[in-house]
C-alpha cells in the first residue's frame, strides 16, 4: 500500500525534532559544565556563540545573564529550538501517525513527553540541569534504537532516518559555523583554546570517539576533519550525508519515480561534497564549505518536499 | 450474590417474573454463581487494562484536549434468542428499506410528499435536508449503506425502535473488541452456548462498501476520519485496519478536474469510494459549511459527477430526524403495504399545537428531545428534572417547537451486570449494525449499552454509559 505523504511528512518532522531536542539539551548541558572553570568574559562570549547558534536573536544578548536564557530554551513553548517545543512538536506528530509507529516506539515518546512535563512541574530539572539534560539525550537514544528494533524497515523507516540525519547534519554546520573564528583564532594568535575545542567537541558527542583516533591533543585541522569527513563516525556530517543518500535511493527505488530523481540528485550531490571534500591546512574555506552544506540540506529538505509531500497538482498529474 | 438483583416493571433480559431464570440465561446463572467476588473484580480489572494497553479508547469532549478513557464494559454477555433475533432482523431488513426507498423519493419524484403521507414542509424545515442531492442518482440507489438502529425492549419484552442513526452511527468497534474480550473472559461458557459468530463485520462491510463501484474490478476505498481528535478515532483506526484500506483525513485527498486523489509519497492515486465519518455539514467546504478545516474542497462535485461513490450518502440525515421518526411506520405501510414488524416509541410532535399543549402540561413525565441532535445532548428527562430545569425548557420549546419531539419516559429493559462483586440489574439497549450494498447484511447482535448508574436511563458513552457484548444463539 502507497504511503499517505501527510504519514510521510509527520515521521520525518518526529524524527527530526527528536534530534533538535537531543542537540539542545547536549549544546546546554556542556555550556553550563563549561562555565564553572572560566572567567566572566571568556564565559560570555561562550554564552554569546551558543545564542547564535541556536538562533536567539534578541538585540540585547549581550547584557542579559546566562540563567534566564537556559530557562528559556529549557521550557518555553514559544522558542523553536527548545527542549520543550520540541519534544512536544515531536510526540504531536508522533500521536498523528500512531498506527504507523510500533507501540514501543509511541510508549517510548509518549513517556519522554511525560517526564519531561514532569521535571518541568515547579522547576524540578533546576535541581540538577545535568541529570534532566543526559535523560533527554538518553530518551532520545532509546526511542532511535527501539525504532530500529520494531519498525519495520519499510519506506516510513526511511524518512524517520533522513529526517534524523538531516537535522544532525544541518545541526552540526551551523554549530561550527558559529566556532570559525574560535577554531580559525589560533592560526592568528598561535593559542590554543583547548577548553573550547574540546568542548566543541563534546556538542558533537565526538570527544571519545575523536581520541580514539586522534589522542585528547586537539587541533582545529584535525578537529574539523573529523566531525565534518570522518566516513565512520555516525555523528560526522560525512555519515550523515551519506545515510541520507542511502534512504534517498531505497525510496527511488520502491517508488520508481522519474520525479524522484530530484531528490536523488541533491542527496547525491550533498554526499559527493562531503566524500571528495576535505580542509586546507590554513581553514580558509571552513566557513564557506560549512555555509555550502547548510544550504545543500535546505535544498534536500525542499526536494523531498516537492516530490513527495507537497507537490503541485499539475505536476503530479504531468509525470507520474 | 443475587441478593441485590431486584425485579420490577422493566423486563427483565435474565428473570421471568416469577424470579427463575429464563431458560437461555440458566446456564450463565449457574456459572456465575461458582465465582467468587474477587475473582470476578479481578476477571473485570484484566479486561480493563486489557482496553487501556490497546488503546481501546474514546476522547471526552470539554475535557483537556485528548482526554481518553475506556467505554466501560460489563463482562456479562446479553443473551437474545435465535426467535427474537429473527423478528429484530426483519424488522430492521423492512424499516431499512422503506427508509431508503424514502430517500430516494424527496430527493427524486416526491410521492409520499405528494400524496399527503408525510407533510412536505417537515423533510423541508429539516436542516439535514439537502437541496445538492435532489436529481442525484447514489450507485445501487443506496444512501444508507451502514445503519446503527437503537432498538430498545419495552415491558412486554417486544423490541421497539427508539433512532434510526443515518448518517455515521458509531461503536460497531466497541461490539467487536467485546466479543473478543468475552470469549477470553468466559471462554468455557462461550463454548457452551452456540453463539452466532459476529467476526464477519469487517468483511461483510469492505464488500458492502466495494459494491458501490461495481464497474471498477479493484477500486480504491478509503476511510475518511475528522483526525486524531475525534471521539471515535480510535473505531476510524480499528475499521481501516480491519479492512486493509487507508485512514484518510480531509487534508490527504484533493479533486482535480471532479475526480478524487489522495495524496501519497508515490504521487496522486485516485480513490473510487470513500466511507467517510465526516458529517454532511464539514465534508466539503466549498458546498457546506465554509469553516470547516476537515473535509475536502469540491468533493460534492466530483460526488456530482459520478466519479466518486460516498458510503453513507449526503442527505440521509433528513430519514432520521426525529420528528419524521413519527411517520416512519407510514413510510412502511406506504412503500412495502406491509405493517410494521418493530414498532416505534409513541411520539408527540411538537409543531402540532394540540400535542405541544399536552406535552407542556405533563413535562414532569416525559422525555423531551431537540430533532437535530444526538448522543444524549439536548434533551430534558422530565422525570429527573427540577421545576427550574423544566420551565427553562419550555421557553425553548415554545420558541421553536419544530425543533423538538417529547416521548413517555421508556422503561429500558435491565440485564445482569456486575457491580462492586456482585450482581445488579442496570437498563440497557441494543444497536444492531445493518450494511446495505447489493443486499441488506445483519451481524448477529450488536452493541449492547447499558445505563451504569443505578436507575438511570442514559446509556450514551459520552453520558457515563458503558457496554456489554451481545450473544445471539443458533436456534435448536
Known amino acids: ?320 | 450474590m443475587f441478593q441485590h438483583y431486584q425485579l420490577d416493571s422493566a423486563w427483565d433480559e435474565m428473570r421471568r417474573a416469577d424470579g427463575h431464570a429464563r431458560a437461555h440465561y440458566a446456564e450463565l446463572m449457574q456459572r456465575i454463581s461458582h465465582i467468587s467476588p474477587q475473582e470476578l473484580a479481578q476477571r473485570q480489572q484484566s479486561a480493563d487494562d486489557s482496553f487501556l494497553a490497546q488503546g481501546v479508547t474514546f476522547t471526552v469532549y470539554g475535557h483537556d484536549a485528548g482526554t481518553e478513557k475506556i467505554f466501560p464494559f460489563d463482562l456479562l454477555p446479553r443473551i437474545i434468542t435465535d426467535a427474537e433475533w429473527r423478528t429484530v432482523e426483519r424488522g430492521l431488513a423492512q424499516r431499512i428499506t422503506a427508509l431508503n426507498m424514502f430517500l430516494h423519493d424527496i430527493y427524486h419524484q416526491e410521492h409520499i410528499l405528494n400524496d399527503g403521507v408525510v407533510p412536505r414542509d417537515l423533510v423541508y424545515s429539516c436542516k439535514h435536508y439537502r437541496r445538492e442531492m435532489r436529481g442525484l442518482t447514489v450507485p445501487r440507489n443506496v444512501y444508507i449503506n451502514v445503519t446503527g438502529s437503537d432498538l430498545v425492549r419495552v415491558p412486554s419484552g417486544e423490541f421497539a425502535v427508539l433512532e434510526d442513526n443515518l448518517r455515521v452511527p458509531s461503536g460497531v468497534s466497541y461490539m467487536l473488541v467485546n466479543r473478543q474480550m468475552s470469549k477470553r473472559v468466559f471462554p468455557q461458557l462461550f463454548d457452551r452456548y452456540n453463539v452466532q459468530p459476529i467476526e464477519q463485520y469487517g468483511q461483510l462491510l469492505l464488500s458492502t462498501l466495494r459494491s458501490l463501484a461495481p464497474h471498477i474490478s479493484d477500486p480504491t476505498i478509503v476511510l475518511l476520519t475528522p483526525g486524531s481528535y475525534n471521539s471515535a478515532y480510535f473505531e476510524h483506526t480499528y475499521l481501516a485496519r480491519q479492512m486493509g484500506i487507508q485512514l484518510v483525513e480531509g487534508r490527504d485527498l484533493v479533486v482535480h478536474n471532479n475526480v478524487v486523489y489522495m495524496r501519497t509519497t508515490n504521487g496522486l492515486q485516485q480513490v473510487d469510494i470513500i466511507y467517510r465519518r465526516i458529517d454532511d455539514d464539514f465534508i466539503d467546504p466549498l458546498v457546506f459549511r465554509t469553516d470547516s478545516i476537515l473535509g475536502v474542497p469540491g468533493l460534492m462535485h466530483a460526488y456530482r459527477a459520478g466519479n466518486v461513490a460516498i458510503a453513507n450518502a449526503l442527505g440521509t440525515g433528513v430519514a432520521d430526524d426525529k420528528a419524521l421518526y413519527a411517520y416512519v411506520p407510514q413510510m412502511i405501510r406506504y412503500y412495502s403495504g406491509e405493517d410494521p414488524i418493530l414498532n416505534n416509541v409513541e411520539t408527540f410532535l411538537l409543531s402540532e399545537p394540540p400535542q405541544l399543549q399536552h406535552v407542556l402540561d405533563n413535562l414532569q413525565h416525559l422525555v423531551v428531545k431537540a430533532v437535530g441532535e444526538s448522543g444524549g445532548y439536548g434533551m430534558l428527562i422530565g422525570p429527573h428534572s427540577t421545576q427550574a430545569q423544566r420551565e427553562a425548557f419550555a421557553e425553548q420549546i415554545k420558541a421553536d417547537p419544530r425543533n423538538y419531539i417529547a416521548q413517555p419516559t421508556l422503561q429500558l429493559s435491565r440485564a445482569p451486570c456486575i457491580i462492586d462483586g456482585h450482581l445488579e440489574a442496570r437498563h440497557v439497549d441494543l444497536r444492531p449494525y445493518i450494511l446495505y450494498g447489493e443486499q441488506i447484511n445483519i451481524v448477529p447482535g450488536g452493541l449492547t449499552r447499558v445505563a451504569l448508574q443505578r436507575g438511570s436511563l442514559v446509556v450514551n458513552s459520552s453520558q457515563g454509559g458503558g457496554s456489554k457484548d451481545t450473544w445471539v444463539l443458533y436456534g435448536e
Request: net charge negative; with cysteine.
Open chain 1, 1 to 320: 500500500m502507497a504511503m499517505l505523504s501527510r504519514v510521510a511528512d509527520s515521521l520525518y518532522w518526529m524524527s527530526r525534532y527528536l534530534e533538535r531536542a537531543e542537540h539542545t539539551a547536549r549544546l546546554l548541558d556542556v555550556t553550563l559544565h563549561q562555565l564553572i572553570d572560566v572567567d566572566a568574559q571568556v564565559s560570555q562570549q561562550r554564552w554569546l556563540r551558543l545564542w547564535q547558534t541556536l538562533h536567539y536573536d534578541d538585540a540585547n544578548t549581550g547584557s542579559i545573564s546566562p540563567q534566564p536564557v537556559v530557562d528559556l530554551f529549557t521550557t518555553d513553548g514559544r522558542y523553536a529550538d527548545s527542549i520543550a517545543a520540541t519534544i512536544t512538536a515531536a510526540r504531536e506528530n508522533a500521536r498523528q501517525v500512531r498506527e504507523h509507529i510500533s507501540s514501543e516506539m509511541w510508549e517510548q515518546i509518549n513517556r519522554l513527553y511525560l517526564d519531561m512535563r514532569a521535571q518541568f512541574h515547579q522547576h524540578a530539572w533546576q535541581q540538577s540541569p545535568h541529570r534532566f539534560f543526559a535523560s533527554i539525550k538518553m530518551g532520545s537514544h532509546l526511542f532511535q534504537g527501539i525504532t530500529d528494533a520494531t519498525m519495520s524497515h519499510n519506506e516510513g523507516w526511511d524518512f524517520i532516518q533522513i529526517g534524523r540525519t538531516i537535522e544532525r547534519a544541518h545541526n552540526t554546520a551551523s554549530l561550527l559555523v558559529h566556532h570559525t573564528s574560535i577554531l580559525q583564532g589560533y592560526l592568528n594568535d598561535g593559542q590554543s583554546h583547548h577548553a573550547e575545542w574540546t568542548g566543541l567537541l563534546k556538542m558533537c558527542s565526538a570527544f571519545e570517539a575523536y581520541c580514539k583516533v586522534h589522542t585528547p591533543e586537539v587541533t582545529p585541522p584535525r578537529l574539523i576533519e573529523f566531525v565534518v569527513y570522518n566516513p565512520d563516525f555516525p555523528r560526522s556530517i560525512r555519515f550523515c550525508a551519506d545515510s541520507i543518500h542511502l534512504a534517498a535511493e531505497r525510496i527511488l527505488q520502491r517508488d520508481g519515480l522519474v520525479r524522484g530523481n530530484k531528490v536523488q540528485r541533491s542527496t547525491g550531490q550533498f554526499q559527493a561534497m562531503l566524500e571528495y571534500g576535505g580542509i586546507d591546512e590554513g581553514l580558509q574555506s571552513v566557513a564557506t564549505d560549512l555555509h555550502h552544506m547548510q544550504q545543500a540540506c535546505f535544498r534536500i529538505d525542499a526536494a523531498l518536499r516537492e516530490t513527495h509531500i507537497a507537490y503541485p497538482i499539475t505536476y503530479a498529474m504531468s509525470s507520474t
